[in-house]
């Protein structure tokens, strides 16, 4: 997973968003700067990629 650090500026706007996935799984989004429609749809795409790397089924086997 890449991890991107950098520095917060003062009043950068930020938005904290979690929904829960499935029984097991959530996911907490943040977003920091001006969030446009573009910014969305490569966040979109960029998800649809990594899909792959996920299993297909929640698995109780699985370490994570």
């Known amino acids: 997973m890449n991890k991107v650090i950098r520095e917060v500026k003062e009043q950068e706007p930020i938005e904290l968003l979690k929904w829960r996935l499935s029984r097991e ?11 446009t429609q ?3 749809e490569k966040l979109i795409q960029l998800l649809q990629l990594m899909k792959d790397c996920f299993p297909k089924e929640e698995a109780e086997h699985l370490p994570f």
């Open 25 to 35: 799984c959530y996911v907490i989004l943040e977003l920091r700067g001006v969030v």
């Open 38 to 40: 573009e910014a969305i």
